[in-house]
């Protein structure tokens, strides 16, 4: 298998101990290519060593993650801002909106989002969307904003299925996680509608472990779960959604 974990925080501290071998676990498990996306400014060197140890197989994004959004929004993104146009990443990510923790800070949100989006189709680059419990309300900003050329993931993706046929439609994919292997989520009905082109694999590392792993520290090697999970949705073998969505990141991404 030949699989992409398009979301996943391998140098987060939670791997401090074991960072080397999780990777290579990963890469033995058969997801040989694992993109990063950043969370904020302290976690930047962090981001970048990872990836110059692992240069084969992690590939990094720069983003101010939704969380992180501050009153010191300004200072952040421009620390963002230097870093994203001074070196080479293959996506704006982590960026978005999230209602579900702190509603303070909505508006600074709102333009953290719009700002790093417009970066993004500048350097002509994806983005990864965070939109927890706000994805309706990214979907109206981006008709709002109208980005020429801005396309990516909804990382997680957690709407109805009207919102899935329009962030397609604007030309986005669905990033598909541990969430679809829990027993309570109706996101495989939801895919039941969604043709698997539109798709990728994440794991959100190290957080949404999919079963039999819920609950623990996630890593890059549980892609394979979600792949088994999903063919069961399509009918399938897991090896064919490895493939679609191997291809599917690669066209996304900007992939060899
Ligand atoms: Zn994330």
């Known amino acids: 298998m030949n699989l992409i974990d398009t979301h996943t925080h391998l140098f987060g ?5 074991d960072r080397p071998a999780t990777i290579q676990g990963a890469i033995d498990s058969g997801c040989h290519t694992m993109l990063l996306p950043n969370i904020d400014v302290e976690s930047i060197s962090a981001l970048k060593e990872t990836c110059i140890a692992f240069p084969a197989n992690c590939l990094p994004m720069m983003g101010l993650h939704p969380c992180s959004v501050g009153a010191d929004v300004e200072t952040a993104l421009e620390r963002i801002r230097l870093e994203l146009f001074a070196a080479k990443y293959i996506a704006v990510g982590e960026i978005g ?5 702190d509603k303070t800070y909505q508006e600074q949100q709102r333009v953290a989002f719009v700002t790093q989006c417009r970066w993004a189709a500048q350097l002509a680059l994806p983005v990864s969307i965070h939109s927890r419990e706000a994805t ?16 990516g993931v909804f990382h997680c993706f957690s709407g109805t299925l009207e919102e899935a046929n329009q962030v397609i ?14 027993k309570n989520t109706d996101l495989r009905e939801l895919l039941s509608g969604i043709s698997s082109e539109h798709l990728v694999l994440e794991t959100d590392s190290p957080y949404l472990a999919p079963n039999p792993h819920r609950g623990k520290r996630n890593e890059s090697s549980y892609l394979t779960f979600i792949a088994e999970e999903l063919a069961k949705v399509y009918r399938i073998t897991a090896q064919e959604i490895g493939e679609v969505t191997t291809v599917n990141a690669r066209m996304m991404f900007g992939l060899r």
């Open 13 to 17: 501290k939670q791997f401090d101990a």
């Open 136 to 151: 309706a309300w990214a979907i109206k900003i981006l008709h709002e904003e109208n980005i020429s050329g801005l396309r």
């Open 97 to 101: 909106l999230d209602l579900h923790w």
């Open 169 to 182: 439609a604007m030309g986005f994919m669905l990033g598909i996680g541990g969430v679809i292997t829990y």
